[in-house]
């Protein structure tokens, strides 16, 4: 394996299945994204680019074919494995912030942690730290009905960030966003990436998204139509 690639996308194909039949959402997939990259999979509604980000972040399994993180074959590990790499080195933001609205702004950020051994201290500087990376570190103990959409984006790009770690998967991140904020979360980002190292790998077709990147990946019907460095 080259040692610059940190996801590997070796001929994957993923298949559904609808009724008695199956359709291919994904076919025959082969992709190398580099340490460092701020690259984004781009293509109209149903091209596939939700499934592939899902595979990625081994939240489903390729039909055919195998995906590589830091050269280990996600699909080939148990849930607990898989679940275990996802908690190491995956981040994810979604289009809906997916919020916790019982817990405080701290509480959410923090929930990644209470799975690892870590202090109550060294908590609460990891969840600070993420979220004065974002700017809302003095909003810490609102809850998220009275943030927001685009202070409850930052909270969910403070989430994702808070375990340090090496990817972040963002599906659709801009979707529910006016471009005022559109912009303010891709600079947040674009400066994770930079500054902190982070491999970004979007899923859009927001235009606004797409002149941040450095990378664009076209899906048509399943299959990479261009790939270009910009
Ligand atoms: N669980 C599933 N069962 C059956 N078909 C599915 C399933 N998940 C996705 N598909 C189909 O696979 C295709 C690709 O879907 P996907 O969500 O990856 O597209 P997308 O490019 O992310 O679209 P959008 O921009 O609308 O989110 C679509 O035709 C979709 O209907």
Known sequence: MDTNNIIEIKNV????????????????????????????????????????????GALDEPSEGEILI??????????????????????????????????TIFENVEFPLLLQKQSKGERKAAVMQALEWVGLADIANKKPSQISGGQAQRVAIARSIVKKPDIVLADEPTANLDSTNAYKIMDILKKLNKDLGITFVFSSHDTKVIEYLSRVISLEDGKVKKDEII
């Not at 959402?25 to 293509?43: H, M, P, Q, R, V």
């Not at 074959?73 to 912030?97: P, T």
């Open 13 to 56: 194909t993923k298949r559904f299945p609808v009724g008695e039949t199956e359709f291919t959402a994904l076919s025959n997939i082969k992709l190398d994204i580099k340490k460092g990259e701020f690259t984004g999979l781009i293509g109209p509604s149903g091209s596939g680019k939700t499934t592939l980000l899902n595979l990625v």
């Open 70 to 103: 830091s050269g280990k074959n996600v699909a080939a590990k148990s849930d607990e494995e898989s679940a275990q790499l996802r908690n190491e080195h995956i981040g994810f933001i979604f289009q809906s912030y997916n919020l916790l609205p019982v817990y």
